[in-house]
């Protein structure tokens, strides 16, 4: 599959209509969440390259439901969207602080790691500003066109257009409209970059009271709608240990009448337990831990990423510390335990509405194979994400994608769906590899990185110089001075000879 397509010379991001098969753009994205993002602002900064980004919501808003008043983000400001791949960049997080008049603040805060929502403000500060980004444009399918060789995107205008100030026109031209009169439109790209993110997961026994009308059970996605409703509800209890669960129930714990908590903070795993932030844990969010982790087997890979939880499921020691804190605090001004319960290792088995305000879990305790009912008023359900399906998106391409032995789709080292040589252009993917590219997937620190090695694979000449080493640890055995020859490893010519064992 050719990469390096001759640059269109009509200049950069798209902001003139899209329509025609012959005004293709080299790069379409579907979604824009920071990873996308991250690849339309260091893309700005290749002329050469024509790009177009579609995005359903009406504006760029990062996990709107959580942005819980004193939440940081879970990595240093450095991990923006273009500083760790260029930070002469004009969309760093240091330029919108210049453009805020905020930079002397924050350098006075010393803080190494912002608030969830000025990453948030930041992100949406890119957004309104960049060319070529539209959204309120749902895309709905594409497929390839052997003809024109080309992608062919179809999209639904969601909302009057609101494709940024540069942009100006429409994504696209004449459109037909669907029966409630929403624009339909069709696109083409060269190659196209899937960054549609995430969804919410919620266990299957609990689906149906989270999918019932007016039934207190919600994603923690969508926490900060439902706070206030929460706060005035008797009793309230949060399902799931990771980092959201943990702050939803700070949150609670630090707004809840003293004395009368009324709260009950439940997960499956056997512990609260803090995330692995060790600096060379670390190292395995680098770029050298990511090309490592895509050259190991498969059956390996599967095998490591469910042992590495604790560098993706833990809770921040901070949230942690705050937690115990809060409820030492409330011990002391109130005579005994506060009315907060915390229970590890417990599984919700089923789950029903017993009266109009009350609800009943069956829990099972794993390890002591117990069984209990819990009565509640309110559950919030911190039970995580899952990437967002793309069947019905890709259905088209189905035929043309190479899957693994788990019928997962292959991607390779430069992030892009391995397909059948039929198809001329890529597809890329951000933060659906983790089977294939290990921890860092859906980490926001590899973000400007990963873009970098997307745009570079596109263009004859990298546009982005990307450093040959990023970790103090050498993952895997390399051949090196003192190292001898590697046996065994699929990516150096199998060089067997036998080795000598060295008599001491
Ligand atoms: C609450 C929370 C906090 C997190 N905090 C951190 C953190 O501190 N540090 C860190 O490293 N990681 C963090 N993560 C993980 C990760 O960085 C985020 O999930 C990040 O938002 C992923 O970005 P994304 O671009 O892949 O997807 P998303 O942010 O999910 O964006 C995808 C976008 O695609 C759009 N879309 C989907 N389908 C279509 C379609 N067909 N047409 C048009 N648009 C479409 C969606 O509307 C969405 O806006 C956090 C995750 C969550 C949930």
């Known amino acids: 599959m050719s990469t390096a397509q001759p640059p269109n010379p009509a200049g950069s991001a798209d902001s003139a209509p899209a329509t025609a098969a012959d005004r293709p753009v080299d790069l379409a994205g579907i979604g824009i969440g920071p990873f996308n993002l991250s690849l339309a602002a260091l893309a700005h900064g290749v002329p050469a390259l024509r790009t177009a980004f579609y995005e359903q919501r009406p504006a760029f808003h990062w996990h709107p439901g959580l942005l819980i008043d004193g939440a940081t983000i879970q990595v240093p400001f450095l991990a923006d969207l273009v500083t760790l791949a260029d930070p002469g960049s004009p969309w760093t997080f240091l330029q919108y602080l210049k453009a ?9 805060a010393e803080r190494f790691q912002i608030e969830r929502a000025e990453y948030d403000a930041y992100c949406r500060w890119v957004s309104e500003r960049l060319p070529g980004l539209h959204f309120d444009h749902r895309v709905d399918a594409v497929r390839w066109d052997h003809e024109y060789e ?22 696209f031209g004449a459109a037909r409209t669907d029966e409630e009169g929403r624009a339909l439109g069709r696109v083409y790209a060269r190659n196209l970059v899937l960054g549609v993110g995430t969804e919410p997961y919620v266990p299957e026994p609990l689906r149906p009271l989270a999918d019932a009308p007016n039934v207190p059970v919600l994603h923690s996605s969508d926490y900060l709608e439902h706070r206030e409703r929460l706060l005035a509800t008797g009793h309230v209890t949060v399902i799931g240990s990771g980092q959201s669960g943990a702050e939803v129930f ?31 844990g670390l190292e395995q969010f680098s770029p050298d831990y990511t090309r490592y982790f895509h050259t190991l087997p498969e059956p390996v890979r599967d095998q490591l990423l469910p042992r590495q939880w604790q560098l993706y499921k833990g809770i921040a020691h901070e949230t942690l510390d705050a937690i115990h804190h809060e409820l030492y605090r409330r011990a002391l001004h109130s005579d005994g335990w506060p009315g907060a319960v915390l229970t590890p290792g417990v599984t919700v088995r089923t789950a029903g509405r017993i009266a109009a305000a009350q609800l009943e879990l069956h829990l099972e305790h794993t390890e002591q194979g117990t069984r209990a009912r819990h009565t509640t008023e309110a559950v919030v359900l911190a039970t995580g994400y ?41 597809v890329y993917v951000q933060n659906a590899e983790r089977h294939t590219h290990g921890v860092g997937t859906p980490d926001l620190g590899l973000a400007a990185w990963r873009s970098a090695v997307i745009l570079n694979s596109l263009l004859a000449d990298p546009a982005y110089r990307l450093p040959s080493r990023t970790a103090f640890t050498a993952f895997g055995l390399q051949p090196s001075g003192r190292c001898g020859t590697v046996i ?13 064992p060295t008599r001491t």
């Open 488 to 500: 065994g490893d699929p990516h150096l010519p199998d060089q067997r000879t036998p080795l000598t």
């Open 386 to 426: 899952r990437e967002r399906r793309v069947d019905t998106l890709l259905a088209a391409l189905d035929p043309y994608i190479r899957r693994d032995a788990s019928e997962r789709p292959r991607v390779d080292a430069e992030h892009r769906l391995v397909l059948d040589p039929m198809i001329k252009g890529s």
């Open 250 to 280: 700070l949150d609670l714990l630090r707004n809840r009448p003293l004395g009368a908590e009324g709260l009950h903070w439940m997960a499956r795993t056997p512990a609260f337990a803090p995330m692995e932030y060790s600096k060379l």
């Open 100 to 108: 805020h008049e905020r930079l002397f603040p924050f350098y006075i």
């Open 150 to 171: 080309l992608f062919e995107i179809d999209l639904t205008r969601l909302g009057p257009a609101a494709d940024g100030p540069a942009s100006g026109a429409p994504a």
